[in-house]
């Protein structure tokens, strides 16, 4: 019985890492288990790849991994003991992504973050509340979000700009990118 036991356990653990989804980093470079990949959406690659910052750590950003004429394999990297899995380990249609968001290799989200505070954000805080309140101003955000649309990548941002405690003005900013190479397309600056 408990040979038989032991057997039953072996054989779940065996079928269940085969169902895993998550892979060696050199093997997926290599082209190999890319069977492991759960495929999603080119709205969820969209939506992983805004996770990332300028100053992040290795497990937060998502990476391209491989790709073949079918699917882009991404995921997010972790260190195992000496070597470095994808966790979760996830595939996209490439055709999908090549027409929907063509920039998808080197544009990430703190690529898209930097452009709209670089262009938009940093210029109402220098005009609207450097030259009031040099010395203690703050700035809230309401509302920072970013889609992937079939016009381009929409950003729209929120924020209230105080001095001193005293709010000063509320600003509404909509702006949408070219998801080839993040060039403005259209821009939009509401200040209240």
């Given at each position: 019985?408990?040979?038989?036991?032991?057997?039953?356990?072996?054989?779940?653990?065996?079928t269940?890492?085969?169902?895993?989804?998550?892979i060696?980093l050199?093997d997926?470079?290599?082209?190999m288990?890319?069977?492991?990949?759960?495929?999603?959406?080119?709205?969820?690659?969209?939506?992983?790849?805004?996770?990332?910052?300028?100053?992040?750590?290795?497990?937060?950003?998502?990476?391209?991994?491989?790709?073949?004429?079918?699917?882009?394999?991404?995921?997010?990297?972790?260190?195992?003991s000496?070597?470095?899995m994808?966790?979760?380990?996830?595939?996209?249609?490439?055709?999908?992504?090549?027409?929907?968001?063509?920039?998808?290799?080197?544009?990430?989200?703190?690529?898209?973050?930097?452009?709209?505070?670089?262009?938009?954000?940093?210029?109402?805080?220098?005009?609207?509340?450097?030259?009031?309140?040099?010395?203690?101003?703050?700035?809230?955000?309401?509302?920072?979000?970013?889609k992937?649309?079939?016009?381009?990548?929409?950003a729209?941002?929120?924020?209230?700009?105080?001095?001193?405690?005293?709010?000063?003005?509320?600003?509404?900013l909509?702006?949408?990118?070219?998801?080839?190479?993040?060039?403005?397309?259209?821009?939009?600056?509401n200040?209240?």
């Amino acid at each position: 019985m408990k040979k038989l036991l032991i057997i039953f356990v072996g054989i779940l653990l065996l079928t269940s890492c085969q169902n895993t989804s998550y892979i060696a980093l050199h093997d997926a470079e290599k082209g190999m288990f890319l069977d492991r990949a759960r495929r999603v959406s080119v709205n969820t690659f969209f939506d992983r790849r805004m996770q990332s910052e300028l100053e992040s750590q290795l497990s937060k950003d998502w990476y391209i991994v491989n790709e073949d004429e079918d699917f882009v394999y991404f995921g997010q990297l972790m260190k195992k003991s000496s070597f470095t899995m994808i966790n979760p380990f996830y595939k996209v249609r490439r055709a999908q992504l090549d027409s929907i968001f063509p920039g998808y290799r080197s544009i990430e989200g703190k690529h898209i973050k930097a452009k709209v505070f670089q262009s938009y954000v940093k210029p109402v805080i220098e005009e609207r509340l450097l030259v009031n309140c040099p010395q203690s101003y703050n700035i809230q955000y309401a509302k920072r979000s970013y889609k992937l649309t079939n016009e381009g990548i929409l950003a729209q941002v929120n924020f209230t700009g105080k001095c001193y405690e005293q709010k000063i003005f509320k600003a509404n900013l909509h702006v949408l990118l070219n998801p080839e190479n993040l060039e403005v397309i259209n821009a939009e600056t509401n200040l209240k």
